[in-house]
């Protein structure tokens, strides 16, 4: 069957959900497609979070919305008609490991759920050591000269954008497509902790110098 075919195909990635907040969702036509974050093109995902909040639809039409955070970002699990009972012994509180489809609808991109199980809290941790290993991997990969120059890139670019006001962390990820987002941030929060860069709010950087 393709549809099987299919959810084989699609790889459940381990991501934090502030990954996922920046990547990109391609849209073909009216459909999303897939989030393009870096080299991967990603259509399911494996997360870990806390439950935050809760919504039960009341009357005829059946859903249920549930925020996930896991400290890196906040993201929506959204289930409709029969489906909202894969939601249903959900609480606040918990702490859950999801697998699930991304979908993209009205300018927020949410989880439609496929697997949920409780997990203990303490694997929040586990999961961010884990994922920021491997961020770390990726970034020793690349030889000393090269880290410079893609340092110097970034900072490049931030500088380049304070005559209008500084530069949103999408828009500098766009500019910079050939180097992964997860160095990008990486050094954008180094540039924040060392002082060379602020953010006059969320998401957007300015050089401080």
Not at 167 to 182: K, W
Request: glycine share 8%.
């Amino acid at each position: 069957m393709p549809e099987e075919q299919q959810f084989k195909r699609n790889i459940a990635f381990k991501l934090r959900i502030g990954d996922i907040l920046i990547g990109k969702p391609i849209i073909d036509g009216e459909r999303f497609s897939f989030l393009e974050l870096g080299e991967k093109n990603i259509v399911r995902v494996n997360i870990l979070g806390n439950i935050v909040e809760k919504y039960d639809s009341e009357g005829e039409k059946q859903y249920s919305f549930v925020t996930l955070d896991d400290g890196s970002g906040q993201i929506k699990l959204k289930s409709f008609g029969d489906d909202v009972e894969k939601l249903k012994n959900l609480n606040q509180g918990q702490t859950v490991l999801i697998i699930g489809l991304l979908r993209h609808w009205n300018n927020e991109t949410y989880i439609a759920p496929e697997i949920i199980k409780e997990q203990d809290p303490r694997y929040l941790v586990v999961r961010k050591l884990e994922l920021e290993k491997e961020k770390s991997k990726n970034t020793e990969s690349l030889g000393r000269e090269q880290i410079v120059a893609v340092k110097d890139r970034i900072l490049g670019a931030i500088k380049n954008a304070e005559e209008n006001g500084g530069i949103e962390m999408d828009q500098l990820i766009m500019d910079l497509r050939d180097i992964s987002p997860e160095i990008i941030n990486q050094e954008v929060q180094k540039f924040l902790e060392e002082g060379i860069t602020f953010e006059p709010r969320p998401g957007k950087i300015r050089y401080l110098g």
